[in-house]
C-alpha cells in the first residue's frame, strides 16, 4: 500500500514536470492511466469542434427546462457594476460581451448613471455600451473580464455565475449553430 501512494505521489508530480522524458521507467505504468484519457477527451472536443453539425434553427437545448425556468425566476440583486448583452457574432466565430454600467435606485432598479432614469426592458431601447469584449469561447471571455480587467465589471459572485453559465450557452450555440437567447 505504501508502495501505490508513492507511485499516485510521483505520477502527480510527474504531471507538473515539464520534462515528462526524465521519469524514472517504474512510473511510465502509473503515469499512463492520467494521460490517456487527457489525449481522448481532447480528441474527442477536436471532433466536436471540427465536424459538420447541423444548423438547427433552435436555441440551445437545456437538460431540465422546468428546472431551469424555476432557478431563473428566483429573485436577484442588481450587480452595481453594471450588466451585460451577451451576443454570438458568427461571422467573427466569437462570443461578443457588451457591459453597460448602471446605479441602482432605491427601488433595487437599474438606472442610467447619466440621465438617472430607469433603464426600461423593452425593444428599441438603445444606448451605447460601456465596454465590448470579444472572445473565441467562454473561458477565454471569462478570463478577460474577470481576472484581467481591474476591478472587475462584476462585484457579485452569482453575476459572475450567471456570466460563466451564459458563456458556456454561447460557446455551444456558436459550436452546434444553433440560436443563443441569454437568460
Do not use: W
Not at 13 to 34: D, E, G, I, V
Not at 35 to 57: G, N
Not at 125 to 145: C, D, F, H, M, Q
Not at 159 to 172: K, S, V
Amino acid at each position: 500500500m505504501a508502495e501505490k501512494v508513492l507511485l499516485d505521489t510521483a505520477c502527480t508530480a510527474a504531471q507538473a514536470a515539464p520534462h515528462l522524458s526524465s521519469l524514472p521507467r517504474r512510473f511510465a505504468a502509473c503515469y499512463q492511466p492520467f494521460r490517456r484519457p487527457f489525449k481522448l477527451q481532447r480528441r474527442q472536443r477536436d471532433l466536436v469542434a471540427h465536424r459538420a453539425i447541423p444548423h438547427p434553427a433552435t436555441e440551445v437545448p437545456r437538460l431540465d427546462s422546468k428546472l431551469d425556468d424555476e432557478l431563473s425566476s428566483r429573485p436577484l440583486e442588481l450587480d452595481e457594476a453594471g450588466y451585460f448583452i451577451i451576443k454570438v457574432d458568427r461571422e467573427a466565430n466569437q462570443i461578443v460581451a457588451e457591459h453597460y454600467t448602471n446605479t441602482i435606485n432605491k427601488d433595487g432598479l437599474a438606472c442610467d448613471p447619466v440621465t438617472g432614469e430607469v433603464i426600461p426592458c423593452k425593444p428599441g431601447y438603445t444606448r451605447p455600451p460601456t465596454k465590448t469584449y470579444r472572445g473565441r469561447n467562454a473561458k477565454e471571455l471569462s478570463v478577460a473580464i474577470l481576472e484581467r480587467e481591474q476591478p472587475p465589471p462584476v462585484t457579485r459572485l452569482e453575476h459572475a455565475n450567471y456570466l460563466g453559465r451564459e458563456f458556456q450557452r454561447a460557446e455551444m450555440a456558436l459550436i452546434n449553430g444553433g440560436d443563443y437567447i441569454q437568460d
